[in-house]
């Protein structure tokens, strides 16, 4: 049995849950329940309203529509008819038929629906107030949904808009259904997916597809073991000419079962399919009236549980499985997305799972998928080494799964380019210790790439499986084409552990500034205390004399002043800079170790002395002399001024100073002021190197406020 995994839910609207409320406030099941009870007041969800644009969103209706609470529709409501079935799953006037077959699949695995479906949720007299809640995956978060219970519902059909339950007075479904629209915006963004988005919404586990145009000969081992696994497993017509013998193309079906069954001439292999609509079997060989089932014992016939009903469950030959249906997708559960405990391993081993949250940033890290172009390196990079084969592998190699994972796309509406082109490749590293953090263009154009994506796909979730010999691997994560922007969950999954990392640089301030174009002091200055022996006789008499017409009586000048006088003095120099006052207090809080808010001459001399080391950092990349610098460039040009930046806090600084992806002088000296500010502050409370410190709020708003 697998250890029960605390992970942490998300109420709706929280920071950093990738939801957001109208009133900026996250919702509380447990709160907003209360408040109901003691009012006796029934739950009006305000984030999710009843009206058309909910359902439709700017597409005309296909039909009318009400919303109605349960007991408005039938005299007795429950939540759930004694225990979760997957005829309570019945597809309506939306085409998620993708979703329910994954609802529907779920139901197989009742602990696993348990993690989805909150326990204790009624229609009993003093525990309903409207009121449901669901926990979904998103994104690498799991999501406390808050839902009322007013459902869309057809007069003219006298039924529920969309799913129902084969049960009547059963909502579990529909309520749940409308939780899944809330997370996506709306009934509309559910219109047209693929069952492994689904899968990993309901699981948190990695999703894998195989098309079956070109089947693996152990097509049918690969499925008996997913399903002892308690893999989650979906199939789809997708050729249109294939919609034949009771099937339908464009159609999402369950992978419910799978075994052998002894006939005359041997065993014939057979692959149990559910269908969401609660209706609509396969007729062919073996259906539930073929005579072929006269072959097969009464005895197996009753294992089996055949019923020759229209419930929408059937049996097919894997033959013509393999001839009709064009994919399966499967989804491979993670326990450490799990919100609950999972029972019933079938294996005691579990994968080795490491998982990332990056972006592709125009600019900066959104280099595309053309590796003969020197962008392709400034996509985000992570490392992966193999220590050991596989048990019992003899080839000596290891099993690697990469999935790639687009976060917030599916929005409000599907639409044809909701999903990016994304794709990776993996590199071979063979000196992990001392190659160059992150690779560069020169390096992978050396190495060797030793596998990649099968496809550049637009779709959420691109996955492919790996054998590789033990050693170091860059997994590199891309879009089709460059600058575009997109945030991505990165997940690997091995057999035995392994080391996973981001490979990239740790920010750090690489050279004192006296030590900057090769002009090195004798002696360590300590942080904040660069420039500390320069003397009032070694200060050029000109920036004497322009600091003391703008100082105060008390010899010193405070951010507004030092704009003033920074603009005098890039005058006197040839090349006026105009700096806006954020920027200057900024440079106030860098030089000023006393914190009174001014800087002396001495001080500002040791500014200056910085400023001119920037602008030369700046023009050495700036070669057209247009005053501007790519964001792709930022990064070289800080390292040239002295900082070591990463991924994250080169988005962050071209979120800040960044335009159009360009960088002025001005911002990019406000950007090298604020870096070396940060990391003087931090160094200052790390001065072991431990990378971790613990600072209290008082400390933290203190300095960080003034920098």
């Known amino acids: 049995m697998a250890e ?37 007041e029934l739950f009006e969800d305000h984030e999710f309203p009843c009206v058309r644009e909910t359902v439709w969103g700017i597409k005309e209706p296909e039909f009318e529509i009400v919303w109605k609470r349960p007991w408005e529709i039938c005299e007795s409501p429950e939540f759930l008819n ?128 195989l098309f079956l145009e070109r089947p693996p000969k152990n097509l049918f081992q690969i499925i008996h073991k997913a399903l002892e696994r308690k893999s989650l497993i979906t199939c789809s017509i ?31 292999r057979l692959i149990r399919i559910r269908n ?34 229209d419930d929408g469950e059937f049996w097919i030959s894997e033959e013509d499985f393999v001839k009709y249906f064009d994919m399966l997708d499967f989804c491979h559960l993670d326990p450490g997305s799990m919100t609950g405990e999972l029972k019933e391993s079938a294996s005691e081993k579990q994968w080795e799972v490491a998982k990332f949250e990056g972006s592709w940033v125009p600019g900066t890290s959104a280099g595309g998928a053309d590796e003969n172009s020197e962008k392709f390196a400034t996509n985000p990079q992570y490392m992966v080494t193999l220590h050991e084969p596989d048990d019992e592998d003899e080839d000596g190699e290891c099993t690697v799964i990469v999935a790639l994972v687009q976060k917030n796309r599916r929005v409000f509406q599907a639409h044809d380019e909701m999903w990016l082109h994304i794709a990776f490749s993996v590199f071979e590293v063979e000196d992990p ?30 996955t ?73 006789e070694e200060i050029d008499q000109s920036l004497k004399d322009a600091f003391n017409e703008v100082a105060s009586e008390d010899g010193t000048v405070c951010c507004s002043t030092l704009k003033t006088l920074l603009k005098n003095v890039s005058e006197r120099d040839g090349g006026p800079l105009d700096f806006s006052l954020d920027i200057c207090r900024s440079m106030v809080a860098l030089i000023d170790d006393d914190y009174t808010g001014t800087l002396t001459l001495e001080e500002f001399a040791v500014l200056h002395k910085h400023i001119k080391q920037w602008k030369e950092a700046f023009e050495s990349y ?55 500010c940060m990391i003087d502050i931090y160094d200052t409370w790390d001065p072991e190197n431990e990378n971790a410190v613990t600072v209290s709020r008082n400390e933290w708003l203190r300095y960080t406020m003034y920098c």
């Open 238 to 268: 997708i050729k249109s000419e294939k919609g034949e013998e009771g099937l339908y193309a464009f159609h999402e079906y369950s992978v419910t079962g799978a075994t052998q069954v002894p006939v005359e001439d041997g065993q014939e």
């Open 622 to 676: 700036d070669k057209d002399f247009t005053g501007y610098l790519s964001t792709y460039e930022l990064r070289n040009a800080l390292r040239s001024a002295g900082y070591v930046v990463n991924q994250h806090v080169l988005k962050a600084l071209v979120l800040r100073y960044g335009h159009d992806r360009k960088i002025s002088l001005e911002d990019f000296i406000g950007c090298a002021v604020k870096l070396m």
């Open 4 to 40: 029960k995994t605390k992970e942490k839910i998300y109420k709706f609207g929280e920071r950093f849950s990738g939801t957001k409320t109208k009133t900026g406030e996250p919702q509380d099941y447990e709160a907003l329940l209360k408040r109901c009870l003691e009012r006796q």
């Open 433 to 462: 210790d001392n190659c160059p953090a992150p690779l560069t263009y020169e390096y992978l154009s050396d190495y060797r790439q030793v596998g990649q994506s099968q496809r550049i796909d637009a779709t959420r979730e691109n």
């Open 276 to 309: 969401p609509w609660g209706n609509g079997e396969w007729s062919g060989a073996w259906s539930d009236g073929s005579k072929m089932w006269a072959k097969v014992s009464d005895e197996k016939r009753q294992e089996l549980g055949l019923v020759v009903e």
């Open 464 to 536: 492919c499986r790996f054998r590789l010999l033990p050693g170091t691997f860059c997994v590199i994560p891309c879009t089709e084409e460059a600058d575009q922007a997109g945030d991505f969950l990165l997940r690997i999954f091995t057999e035995k552990k392994c080391r996973c990392r981001e490979h990239d640089e740790t920010p750090a301030i690489i050279t004192k500034p006296d030590e900057v174009n090769g002009d090195e002091k004798d002696g360590d200055a300590k942080d904040g205390e660069y420039g500390g022996d320069d003397s009032e």
């Open 82 to 209: 004694e225990t979760f079935s997957r005829f309570d799953v019945r597809q309506g006037g939306v085409g998620n038929c993708w979703m329910l077959a994954s609802m529907a699949t779920l139901t197989l695995h009742q602990d696993l629906l348990k993690n989805v479906v909150p326990e204790g949720q009624s229609f009993e007299k003093d525990k309903y107030a409207g009121i449901f809640h669901f926990y979904l995956w998103k994104a690498n978060r799991w999501i406390d949904i808050v839902v009322d219970d007013r459902l869309p519902y057809r007069e003219d059909r006298e039924t529920l808009a969309f799913v129902t339950s084969s049960a009547s007075n059963e909502f579990w479904s529909a309520l749940l259904e409308k939780a899944y629209a809330k997370l996506h915006g709306g009934y509309a963004a559910l219109d047209g997916g693929s069952g492994n988005e689904a899968l990993g919404t309901f699981t948190g586990g990695l999703t894998e597809q």
